[in-house]
């Protein structure tokens, strides 16, 4: 069963009176855990029972997670062992995923609809979103001036 700790309930209760934040917990302290709590305090949950009868919990709206990449992996393991064995996350690897997610969507104010669930990215994933490969010394030689900003403006 899942049990947070007197100091991660009150860090968890002053969270959720902000739109955003960091945990900070330190390792093996369940970060995993609470940003996945956060975000049900903040957005509302539901149960969801699959066909095959497993349990698991998801939130009311999108929930967008950021994380570093290699620790995707082990989050998930980690929530499922808490929220249930069919809890998951829908991974979000390039502004392409994300467009074909919401298939054109949009609100009257122009932001894109997604269903409600757990999407998952990185820093990284999301500083890449279809850029070019920055070219390496066999591409095209020294980095000059001229080069970078050609390569920025195409």
Known sequence: ??????FQREDLARLAVHDG??????????KTLGQIAWALLKVGCRAIVTPDQRRTVA?????????PGDLHGQMLDDARENYGSAFSFI???SQAAFLSLNAGRRTSDGRCLLDP??????YTQLGLNGTLDMPTLK???FWTPRTLIQHCCL
């Open 21 to 30: 934040g960091i945990l900070s917990w330190d390792t093996g302290l369940g």
């Open 91 to 93: 991974p979000l690897d």
């Open 1 to 6: 069963m899942l049990k947070f700790r007197k």
């Open 117 to 122: 669930g757990f999407y998952i990215t990185s």
């Open 139 to 141: 591409d095209g030689g």
């Open 59 to 67: 939130p009311a709206k999108p929930v967008l997670l950021i994380a």
